[in-house]
């Protein structure tokens, strides 16, 4: 393995902040500290980061990094580190690079041999499955699902029979199709944990089968507000393995098959009780789109 280049011995540090994902008492000492030291801050949105730096009196120019500029940024940026300018890079919430722009600057300023360091706190998902009460030995996180309908249900299908805990992100407009998918894609009885707003005001954190947790989401209007780690445990041995296969292969069988002829194929193929796929309700799929 290669080594990292010299550090220069001139050039600054990135920090890479963690900052809260609501309550603001998550930010920690030393990330306060290493703002209030930084010559700028990198945020993902401005004007949030303004509203949490002005609550703790600290004041530091703001570069905007997003998605749309950061490959363009990140050779400026590097050259002020190269100059001995320390920076810090935060997003809107939480710990930076977990589904949140930044690594394209990490990488480049690794590459030219600065110091990144983190200063870490909070993660929503580190938090959600702290409190999920699921496997949390090893775990899968998938981030944001697509967005499109077709697309989200074939992601889901494709993890069906993962063996590990799996996370992810949801936004409100969307939990409804998404839990509706997962519990197509999974079995209606796969325990799950819907975290939501954690941290905030109004935090829940309801646990069930995700056939019961899309119910009550459907049931509650507040349980569709706000914002979402979604986990769901991951497919046991054996029989619940050889299931949730057969329940991928129905699905893609009943597109162009009969449902008992679809049931029957994906049962002699995977070894999953056909009266467990004809019944999983992959027959009728839902068709809008969120």
Request: hydrophobic fraction near 45%; glycine fraction near 8%; include cysteine.
């Amino acid at each position: 393995m290669s080594a990292h280049p010299a550090t220069p011995a001139a050039s600054g540090i990135l920090h890479v902040v963690a900052t809260p994902i609501g309550n603001l008492g998550d930010l920690s000492p030393r990330a306060r500290d290493t703002l209030r030291a930084v010559a700028a801050i990198c945020a993902e949105d401005t004007r949030h980061t303004r509203q949490l730096l002005g609550h703790f009196g600290i004041e530091r120019p703001l570069v905007a990094l997003h998605e749309h500029n950061e490959d363009a940024l990140a050779e400026r940026l590097v050259a002020r580190l190269l100059d001995g300018e320390s920076l810090a890079l935060v997003s809107d919430a939480g710990t930076p690079l977990v589904s949140d722009p930044g690594f394209r600057l990490v990488r480049a300023a690794r590459a030219a041999g600065i110091r990144v360091s983190p200063v870490p706190g909070p993660s929503a998902l580190v938090a959600a499955l702290s409190v999920a009460g699921l496997p949390s030995d090893r775990f899968v996180f998938e981030g944001f699902l697509p967005a499109k309908a077709g697309a989200r249900r074939e992601r889901l299908q494709a993890l069906a029979a993962e063996p590990r805990t799996l996370l992810f992100y949801e936004s409100s407009h969307r939990i409804d199709a998404m839990l509706a998918d997962a519990a197509q894609a999974f079995g209606p009885d796969r325990p799950a944990v819907l975290a939501r707003e954690l941290t905030k005001l109004f935090e829940t954190v309801l646990d069930g089968s995700l056939g019961d947790l899309h119910a009550r989401v459907l049931a509650d209007p507040n349980q569709r507000k706000g914002e979402f780690v979604v986990l769901v445990q991951g497919a046991g041995e054996d029989s619940d393995a050889r299931t949730v296969e057969g329940r991928r292969v129905y699905a893609a069988l009943v597109a162009h098959l009969p449902p008992s002829t679809a049931a029957r194929v994906a049962a002699e193929l995977t070894g999953a009780s056909r009266k467990d796929l004809y019944g999983s309700g992959g027959s009728s799929p839902g068709t809008g789109d969120a």
